[in-house]
């Protein structure tokens, strides 16, 4: 039997395992992604994209794809017994900052995000192969042997497991999911039409019992509303016909069209032991699942798959190493987030529908230190220079694509790849350079030297 020979074979075509697709294939590696599914997925879902995830796809170079196709976070409208209420916002709207260039959530549907994902994979050559599912696989000291349902098998340095909550990857590995599973807690999720305007989200409750009710929020471009209802304690079946029944028991005043995509879900909080196994690695769902509240699953992802990207490609044991170490402890935080929120919303705390910054996922940071200011773990600030020409750019212009970034303040650059000196104006220097005629750059880094690692935070820094 023929095996084919490859980089890194990835086990699930989402979000994750999509992201850490174009990252490795932007850096030449030969990386093939597989999926179980015969067909891609075409519901919601995942909706909510946190400000992190944003910069995230600004690197990856779809941000303006994501921000065509989606739309800030709508104003819901409340309505108790039937009767409008109030108008309320999960959160407070901001505005740009020179650090942060993306302060906002952002509405896209998972399948429609999914999509923009798979053009740019497509555009490095690398497609996404349906119906071609892991059946099993035997790693060694010098890579992985999978076997695949097509018959196939392909030897890999190393093999990704994001393939899901049910991961089998994380199965066959033997590694345990620590957390639990609320049985006693149902809510019917799904995509639906409805006579209702698309500019507006709403909330449907009684004013008994205002916490309690029927979200719907409108999903960009697609003409549907995602939903989430709370379910009773008997059986019902994922229809719309069960929705129509809940919006009518709350007066809703509420006609519904066809139903796109439904699940019924239960609180599933659950946490991977490990995250790798010598040259096997987890990623998103398969390493961690979340409540829905706060839209963090999805994201969390996303950021796993770009801190072991460009490690995988590297290849050195350290940097291996820490990909554990870090998205571990970030999952671990993240976890008790959404499940704070989820406990507010089951309890009808008037809170429940906030998000504020332990959300956005900008304050991710994996410092080793208590120390203030900006410090080596932290995120790398954004702000606006001005290049050798006078052109206006960004600092997350120069950290754009596989590479890190070395930024030195006052001082000349060596002719080094993707070397920056970092002027005030009327500074002279030799070599490649960028101008910070505002003061944002000094002001954010106060530093001699940082180099930016290519998932975009501080790997060194020269006070």
């Known amino acids: 039997?023929?095996?084919?020979?490859?980089?890194?074979?990835?086990?699930?075509?989402?979000?994750?395992?999509?992201?850490?697709?174009?990252?490795?294939?932007?850096?030449?590696?030969?990386?093939?992604?597989?999926?179980?599914?015969t067909e891609f997925f075409r519901g919601s879902r995942g909706d909510g994209l946190q400000p992190r995830t944003l910069e995230v796809f600004d690197d990856l170079g779809v941000i303006g794809a994501v921000l065509t196709a989606g739309r800030e976070m709508p104003a819901f409208r409340v309505h108790l017994d039937g009767e409008y209420v109030m108008e309320r916002r999960?959160?407070?709207?901001?505005?740009?900052?020179?650090?942060?260039?993306?302060?906002?959530?952002?509405?896209l549907g998972?399948?429609?995000?999914?999509?923009?994902?798979?053009?740019?994979?497509?555009?490095?050559?690398?497609?996404?192969?349906?119906?071609?599912?892991?059946?099993?696989?035997?790693?060694?000291?010098?890579?992985?042997?999978?076997?695949?349902?097509?018959?196939?098998?392909?030897?890999?340095?190393?093999?990704?497991?994001?393939d899901g909550g049910r991961s089998f990857v994380r199965k066959a590995l033997g590694i345990e999911f620590e957390g639990v599973t609320d049985e006693s807690v149902k809510m019917?999720?799904?995509?639906?039409?409805?006579?209702?305007?698309?500019?507006?989200?709403?909330?449907?409750?009684?004013?008994?019992?205002?916490?309690?009710?029927?979200?719907?929020?409108?999903?960009?471009?697609?003409?549907?509303?995602?939903f989430g209802a709370p379910l009773g304690e008997a059986d019902a079946e994922p229809t719309a016909e069960t929705l129509q029944s809940i919006l009518d028991g709350l007066n809703a005043g509420v006609r519904l069209g066809e139903l796109a995509w439904s699940t019924v879900w239960r609180p599933n909080v659950r946490l991977a032991k490990r995250f790798r196994e010598g040259r096997v690695f987890l990623i998103g769902?398969?390493?961690?699942?979340?409540?829905?509240?706060?839209?963090?699953g999805l994201n969390t992802g996303v950021q796993d798959a770009f801190n072991l990207g460009w490690k995988l490609a590297d290849g050195s044991p350290e940097l291996l190493d820490?990909?554990?170490?870090?998205?571990?402890?970030?999952?671990?935080?993240?976890?008790?987030?959404?499940?704070?929120?989820?406990?507010?919303?089951?309890?009808?705390?008037?809170?429940?529908?906030?998000?504020?910054?332990?959300?956005?996922?900008?304050?991710?940071?994996?410092?080793?230190?208590?120390?203030?200011?900006?410090?080596?773990?932290?995120?790398?600030?954004?702000?606006?220079?001005?290049?050798?020409?006078?052109?206006?750019?960004?600092?997350?212009?120069?950290?754009r694509g596989p590479h890190a970034t070395r930024l030195i303040f006052d001082a000349d650059a060596p002719e080094e790849p993707h070397t920056y000196a970092v002027l005030r104006p009327g500074v002279k220097a030799a070599g490649r350079y960028?101008?910070?005629?505002?003061?944002?750059?000094?002001?954010?880094?106060?530093?001699?030297?940082?180099?930016?690692?290519?998932?975009?935070?501080?790997?060194?820094?020269?006070?």
């Open 1 to 37: 039997m023929e095996i084919q020979k490859m980089d890194i074979v990835i086990a699930g075509a989402g979000p994750a395992g999509l992201t850490l697709a174009i990252d490795l294939a932007r850096r030449g590696v030969g990386v093939r992604i597989v999926d179980k599914a």
């Open 90 to 107: 999960m959160g407070e709207r901001r505005e740009p900052t020179p650090d942060v260039p993306y302060p906002n959530g952002w509405v």
């Open 110 to 162: 998972q399948s429609q995000t999914e999509g923009i994902l798979r053009d740019r994979l497509a555009e490095f050559g690398v497609r996404v192969e349906l119906g071609a599912e892991l059946t099993g696989f035997t790693q060694d000291g010098a890579g992985v042997t999978a076997e695949l349902s097509t018959g196939e098998t392909v030897r890999a340095d190393y093999l990704v497991g994001a």
């Open 188 to 226: 019917l999720l799904g995509d639906v039409e409805a006579d209702l305007d698309p500019e507006f989200g709403y909330w449907f409750a009684r004013a008994a019992d205002p916490g309690s009710g029927v979200m719907m929020s409108p999903l960009p471009g697609i003409g549907l509303f995602q």
């Open 285 to 296: 769902d398969a390493a961690h699942v979340h409540p829905p509240t706060g839209g963090q």
């Open 322 to 399: 820490s990909y554990e170490t870090e998205r571990r402890a970030v999952a671990e935080r993240v976890l008790g987030v959404s499940s704070e929120l989820l406990r507010r919303h089951l309890e009808g705390d008037e809170r429940a529908h906030e998000r504020g910054a332990e959300t956005q996922q900008l304050d991710i940071s994996y410092r080793v230190t208590d120390e203030p200011g900006l410090a080596v773990g932290d995120r790398a600030p954004d702000a606006p220079v001005l290049d050798a020409g006078g052109a206006e750019v960004r600092l997350f212009d120069l950290f």
């Open 434 to 463: 960028v101008v910070d005629a505002e003061g944002f750059a000094f002001s954010a880094y106060d530093a001699k030297e940082v180099v930016v690692r290519p998932d975009g935070y501080v790997g060194a820094l020269t006070r």
